[in-house]
């Protein structure tokens, strides 16, 4: 039931900018947290950004002070600001959640299917 819908990617050369963004639905219950994690091309899967349900954020090294996450007021979407962008970013980007499942019912997390960052001249 639950689906969370990437936007945004696609190619740019480097030092420019591109917005992902991550509409998530499908659930009535609560999101925790949300964020990015990438994969590039023979590398693991990263940790890129996240932002709590209050609004704490946390960034990789190799993106603070590039990228920006931030939340709708509603918690349903997440959106990447990436700014001067690196070979180095090119990835698949895929959006992540994690939902409270209830008091009692612990929590789960969930992925979407990626949106593709190419970086290129």
């Known amino acids: 039931q639950v689906q969370l819908v990437e936007s945004g990617g696609g190619l740019v050369q480097p030092g420019g900018s591109l917005r992902l963004s991550c509409a998530a639905s499908g659930s009535i219950f609560s999101i925790n947290a949300m964020g990015w994690y990438r994969q590039a091309p023979g590398k693991e899967r990263e940790l890129v950004a996240g932002?709590?349900?209050?609004?704490?954020?946390n960034y990789a090294d190799s993106v603070k002070g590039r990228f920006t996450i931030s939340r709708d007021s509603a918690k349903s979407w997440v959106n990447l600001q990436m700014n001067s962008l690196k070979p180095e970013d090119t990835a698949v980007y895929y959006c992540?959640?994690?939902?409270?499942?209830?008091?009692?019912?612990?929590?789960?997390?969930?992925w979407g299917k990626g949106t593709l960052v190419t970086v290129s001249s």
């Open positions: 932002i709590t349900s209050g609004g704490t954020t």
């Open positions: 992540y959640a994690e939902y409270q499942l209830g008091h009692m019912l612990g929590h789960m997390n969930y």
